[in-house]
Structure formats: structure tokens, C-alpha cells
């Protein structure tokens, strides 16, 4: 079993769907990040976050410490969100989600 | 931009051989992580340097090795390269040690043929 546990793997919506990405993970930790990822390769990060939610925009993430879980929703989305968000978790050594490929249509 | 810089941006080589990929950190971060993206590994933590100094360790192979020098810019060296090396490879940088918010430099795209 992997210590992070991203669902779904891909996710196709219609523009000005709500999205949720879901984000479980078996190790201790002390923060939680939300990375996106867009074809053409480069990494941003969107949120870290070790309690609460956080927003950003249209983009919101929350974290649940004692079931190990956290997630990531956009709301009215656009095309523009189109791309991978991964889930990282860990202090020094980062462990990776495998990510959530998300396609918004137009 | 993130204020990370990665070179080169694209490297083509062949096996056996030995490559080394560089990146800058944003202005006065002391952090540099290295990260490998492969399609079927995904995202993996190499190593990460705080200060000139190691801090912590992924899955790194013993045939890759780096270092940060005192103006903070770190190298990633790849020896004996194998086809499986291909991947894309990260750098990024904090401004302390702890956990904190991670600026991504663009990769560089290795190919080993």
C-alpha cells in the first residue's frame, strides 16, 4: 500500500463544476502540500497546510490530521485547471501522491 | 517564474556516461531539494541540502551524487547513466530547513540513450 493515497487518478468535468480531489496518507505528519502540475511540465505549489483549510481563489484545501486525510477542491472550474495535482506529504524526506490527472471541457 | 533556476534545460546523452544538472535558488533560500520524475516511478525525493549542508536523504542511487556550494547553488552529478535515468529532474528551494511552502525550478529533461 502506498503511504499517499490520491483519488480519483483522473477526473473529467464540465466547465463551472465543482472538483474535489481526495488525499489519504498513512504516515505522521506535520504539513500536507498541494502541488499542480500543467503539460508542460512545471511544478507549483498551491497550498501547504498542517490544520484547517486554507483558499486561494477559486481553490480551497482542507486537512483532517487525526483520519490522515485532506482535500482539494476547486470550485467553478475552468479549463485553465486542467492539469495534475499531486499530493506531497513529510518534513525533510517528501513522499508523493501519485497525482489526479483533472481535464475541464469547455 | 518561481525565482529557481535549473540547467540545462534539456540533456541528451548516452549510457555510461556522467552528466551534472544545476540549480539556483531563490534569493537568500538556504534549502535546496532534488526531486526525479519518471512515468512510472512518479515524483521522488533525492536528497535535500541546507546550508552547504546535507540534510536529508530519498531514494537516491549510489551513482548519484550531489552538493551545494557556499553560494547556495546546488549540483546534481549522475554517473554511469542507464536508460532507466530518463526522467525529468526538480530542484527546489525553501528558506529554512523545516517544512515550508516549496518553489520549483522548470526541470530539466534528461534522455539517456
Known amino acids: 500500500k502506498n503511504e499517499v493515497e490520491q483519488s480519483p487518478q483522473n477526473l473529467t468535468a464540465q466547465e463551472g463544476e465543482f472538483i474535489t480531489i481526495n488525499c489519504s496518507y498513512s504516515?505522521?505528519?506535520?504539513?500536507l502540500h498541494w502541488l499542480q502540475q500543467h503539460p508542460g511540465g512545471g511544478i507549483v505549489s498551491l497550498f501547504m497546510?498542517?490544520?484547517g483549510k486554507k483558499k486561494h481563489g477559486r481553490l480551497i484545501a482542507t486537512i483532517n490530521i487525526q483520519e490522515k486525510h485532506s482535500s482539494l477542491h476547486i470550485t467553478a472550474s475552468h479549463p485553465r485547471d486542467s492539469a495534475v495535482y499531486i499530493c506531497?506529504?513529510?518534513?525533510?524526506?517528501?513522499?508523493f501522491g501519485k497525482g489526479t490527472r483533472l481535464h475541464i471541457l469547455p | 517564474d518561481s525565482g529557481v533556476t535549473q540547467t540545462p534545460k534539456h540533456l541528451i546523452t548516452a549510457t555510461g556516461q556522467r552528466v551534472t544538472l544545476r540549480c539556483s535558488p531563490r534569493?537568500?533560500?538556504?534549502?535546496v531539494y532534488w526531486y526525479q520524475q519518471s512515468l512510472d516511478q512518479g515524483l521522488q525525493f533525492l536528497i535535500q541540502?541546507?546550508?552547504?549542508?546535507?540534510?536529508a536523504k530519498g531514494n537516491i542511487l549510489e551513482r548519484f551524487s550531489a552538493q551545494q556550494f557556499p553560494d547556495l547553488h546546488s549540483e546534481l552529478n549522475l554517473s554511469s547513466l542507464e536508460l532507466g535515468d530518463s526522467a525529468l529532474y526538480f530542484c527546489?528551494?525553501?528558506?529554512?530547513?523545516?517544512?515550508?511552502?516549496?518553489?520549483f525550478g522548470p526541470g530539466t529533461r534528461l534522455t539517456v540513450l
Open positions: 504516515v505522521g505528519i506535520s504539513a
Open positions: 541540502y541546507y546550508n552547504g549542508e546535507e540534510r
Open positions: 534569493s537568500g533560500d538556504l534549502s
Open positions: 497546510l498542517s490544520s
Open positions: 506531497a506529504v513529510g518534513d525533510d524526506k517528501i513522499i
Open positions: 527546489a528551494s525553501t528558506p529554512w530547513a523545516g517544512t515550508d511552502t516549496q518553489y
